[in-house]
């Protein structure tokens, strides 16, 4: 069974910085792309930034690209969010997820199978 | 960047009733378009990939269409369980994008 597992959420105040985890099982990890996505209370979803199976390659938000880092550690299943400069916009619930599809090089395949929980990070002084 | 539109914005209907959501590229994006239904306080779910293409384990009345620039999704007899926000979303490039969303209450 595959299950995505996010955590590092919390409060912070505008400027600071935060990481979130995502823990995954159930799959072979490095053969997807994984994402985030992140939803504003009481708003709509947000594709924040996605990378490949391999890593080498990344893909971010104009709204975030410059302050956050997508990294991912296959050899502990685990994707990252690293979020820098954070600000009162940030403040969302973030789901990381897996790609329906494992990606052949760089392919991402765009369709989201699998979401986790979801974290939530607050951004307010 | 694709925008993405859909409408309406919500709507209400009573359990057995047909249901049609579009969804609108700002430019062609071929068939790399997703359905997605959610539900207050969780993850949304997969319902339909590559425009019409039903996910494993989805009811069978839920169906999608589509290509180019339009799209819709159709619930073909709505059940209590279907209520919820359903959001369409482009694989097509990055920055992928997804709708506004549209909200299915009861009437």
């Known amino acids: 069974e595959v299950q995505l597992l996010e955590s590092g959420g919390g409060f912070v105040q505008p400027g600071g910085s935060l990481r979130l985890s995502c823990a995954a099982s159930?799959?072979?990890?490095?053969?997807?792309?994984m994402s985030w996505v992140r939803q504003a209370p009481g708003k709509g979803l947000e594709w924040v930034s996605a990378?490949?199976?391999?890593?080498?390659?990344?893909h971010y938000a104009d709204s975030v690209k410059g302050r956050f880092t997508i990294s991912r550690d296959n050899s502990k299943n685990t994707l990252y969010l690293q979020m820098n400069s954070l600000r009162a916009e940030d403040t969302a619930v973030y789901y990381c997820?897996?790609?329906?599809?494992?990606?052949?090089?760089?392919?991402?395949?765009?369709?989201?199978?699998?979401w986790g929980q979801g974290a939530l990070v607050t951004v307010s002084s | 960047d694709i925008q993405m539109t859909q409408s309406p914005s919500s709507l209400s209907a009573s359990v057995g009733d047909r249901v049609t959501i579009t969804c609108r590229a700002s430019q062609s994006i071929n068939i790399y378009l997703s359905w997605y239904q959610q539900k207050p306080g969780k993850a949304p779910k997969l319902l339909i990939y590559?425009?019409?293409s039903l996910q494993s384990g989805v009811p069978s009345r839920f169906s999608g269409s589509g290509s180019g620039t339009d799209f819709t999704l159709t619930i073909s007899s709505l059940q209590p369980e279907d209520f919820a926000t359903y959001y369409c979303?482009?694989?097509?490039?990055?920055?992928?994008?997804f709708g506004p969303g549209t909200k299915v209450d009861i009437k």
């Open positions: 990378i490949i199976g391999s890593g080498g390659s990344t």
């Open positions: 979303q482009q694989g097509y490039s990055t920055p992928f994008t």
């Open positions: 159930g799959f072979t990890f490095s053969s997807y792309a």
């Open positions: 590559a425009a019409s």
């Open positions: 997820a897996k790609d329906l599809k494992p990606g052949d090089g760089d392919v991402i395949w765009g369709y989201f199978q699998h």
